[in-house]
């Protein structure tokens, strides 16, 4: 995406104490516990590309599944979240 030039809004779905410690740079904080609730107020865009990411990849998938169910159209979860970001050496904000 990023070579494509595409500009996806990044979506951190870990838990209050794995943000705090580093996340994504840009990336908007909505953990897996609250995403269904809080979207719609911070996204109403349905058609808005997003990247959901979480520790590993298993609740940012579930997020997304969620997200899809609930009419977003551009939502994918970012396979090995957090720790591929990482290993990618892509920015990071602590």
Not at 72 to 85: H, K, M, P
Request: hydrophobic share 40%.
């Amino acid at each position: 995406m990023l070579a494509d030039k595409r500009k996806p809004l990044l979506v951190d779905t870990r838990e209050d104490n794995e943000w705090s410690v580093g996340h994504a740079a840009g990336a908007l904080h909505l953990s897996k516990g609250i995403i269904e609730r809080d979207i719609e107020a911070k996204v109403p865009d349905k058609s808005t590309l997003m990247v959901l990411y979480c520790g590993g990849g298993f609740r940012s998938a579930l997020a997304a599944d969620a997200l899809q169910k609930m009419g977003y159209t551009n939502v994918i979860s970012l396979d090995g979240g957090w720790r591929a970001w990482q290993q990618a050496g892509m920015p990071v904000e602590r």
